[in-house]
């Protein structure tokens, strides 16, 4: 059996954590990298007027949700909160706005104990 040297044992550990190490931080260094690139690509595509039509588009038909929670008064604060925002937006991207409908959301069911346990068994951490 040959017997190595401990320097050269040593001089192996040391040169092969020095490959790992400098791999690692090229890895490291490419990803941002790609990540800049494509938040550069990203941004040349979307233009100001493109994400202010976006925002009519989506603010033509307003269909706002309202929880369920508050009866009478409170609906109507809601309500006039919404309207404002509505109009904000509108003056903002200078076109005419109308809200359609506001809804009440329902209620999700609570969940069960086990259902509970489970989340919380599957989410906690090691």
């Given at each position: 059996?040959?017997?190595?040297?401990?320097?050269?044992?040593?001089?192996?550990v040391i040169s092969g954590l020095v490959i790992v190490f400098v791999a690692l931080i090229l890895?490291?260094?490419m990803v941002w990298l790609m990540g800049k690139v494509f938040e550069a690509i990203k941004g040349n595509k979307q233009t100001e007027t493109e994400?202010?039509?976006?925002?009519?588009n989506a603010a033509n038909a307003v269909s706002a949700p309202v929880s369920a929670a508050g009866t009478g008064a409170d609906d109507d604060e809601v309500i006039a909160v919404i309207s404002a925002a509505v109009a904000m937006m509108?003056?903002?991207?200078g076109t005419a706005l109308q809200i359609k409908s506001i809804t009440p959301t329902r209620k999700k069911p609570a969940?069960?104990?086990w259902a509970a346990a489970a989340a919380a068994e599957s989410t906690r951490s090691f």
């Open positions: 059996m040959m017997e190595m040297e401990w320097s050269y044992v040593g001089a192996v890895l490291i260094f994400s202010a039509a976006n925002v009519a509108a003056q903002e991207s969940r069960n104990a």
